[in-house]
């Protein structure tokens, strides 16, 4: 019972890993025939001189927070906000040319599509990025961020596991693309993040 119970894990172990590997290479597709918008994304959200905005709910939110965290260790001034918070007062975070990085996987999460509703009535200005499998999005974004999920199926049909791994994914090409386009330096990196194993290493 042991040996079929241990031989079952391991094949769902090796399932899960090859459909996160299948969907990432579908979603490599997708980021090469549009990596002109991720470059356009990057570019005015440097450009703007504010902080950047994160928004999300569930695990795309967790997602968001991590995309922040990233961000500020660049020099990057950035914020996580839940998507709920924006019309609970954080809408006074908002400066004159803001610019959101919001994520859904669906593309049309209800606190999201509100948040965005309410950016857009406060600040018209605003600029949007969108961390999505949707292209359709009714958040209608200036930079539509796309992942694909292929043929991939996620546990009981809807527990976020390959997403996550495609919205990490697409934001590690964010800052990627931010440490490059700033032309940092390991010794630009130290001076933000000096503590820990990194820090040492990059000593």
Known sequence: MIRRTSSRMCCILTRSMKEDIAALQTTLKVVEERKGVMSEAVACALSRKDCVLITGVGKS???GERLSVSLRSLGVRSSYIHASEWVH?????LTTEPFIIALSHSG????VIQAVAAIRTRQPDAKIAL???NPESPVCPEYSLLYSMGPAEEPLGSVPTTTVVLQEAICNCIVRQVAQTQGMTPSDFKKNHPGGAIGAKLA
């Open 89 to 93: 007062g954080d809408l006074g975070e």
């Open 108 to 111: 049309k999460t209800a606190e």
């Open 61 to 63: 939110g967790k997602v």
């Open 131 to 133: 961390v999505t499998q």
